[in-house]
């Protein structure tokens, strides 16, 4: 793995080697040895955590072929949700808590 482009592309996204850290569950120091080519034969989980914090395909760093950058898909679904309560169950408050979590459905 070529440890300069980990810190180009790192550097790119504005990532710290703390932030890439965070995302990846990888330590600091071992990213760091990584970039300074020091640690040249990461494993290829090590890899595909880099790669997806990163945003590029696995080839970037294996292959050293051009950043493909991963597309964001958005996924749309669709959730159906069926209540039946009688009219006694049907209260204010019951309402309101329906409503609450039809607001937070749609806020996400």
């Known amino acids: ?3 300069s482009k ?6 790119e996204k504005g990532f710290s ?12 120091s071992y990213l ?3 970039e300074r080519d020091i640690q040249t034969n990461p494993s290829l989980d090590i890899v595909e955590k880099v790669s997806r914090a990163l945003e590029v395909e696995v080839d970037f760093f294996i292959n050293n072929t051009e950043p493909l950058r991963k597309k964001r898909t958005s996924v749309k679904s669709t959730l159906k949700v069926e209540i039946e309560l009688s009219e006694d ?3 204010p408050q019951k309402l309101k808590q329906i409503q609450q979590l039809i607001n937070v ?3 996400e």
Do not use: A, F
Not at 6 to 11: A, D, F, P, V
């Open 6 to 11: 980990l810190k180009q592309l790192r550097e």
């Open 89 to 91: 169950q049907l209260s």
């Open 105 to 107: 459905i749609n806020t």
């Open 32 to 34: 760091s040895l990584i």
């Open 1 to 3: 793995m070529d440890g």
């Open 17 to 28: 080697l703390t932030k890439l850290s965070e995302l990846t569950g990888i330590s600091k």
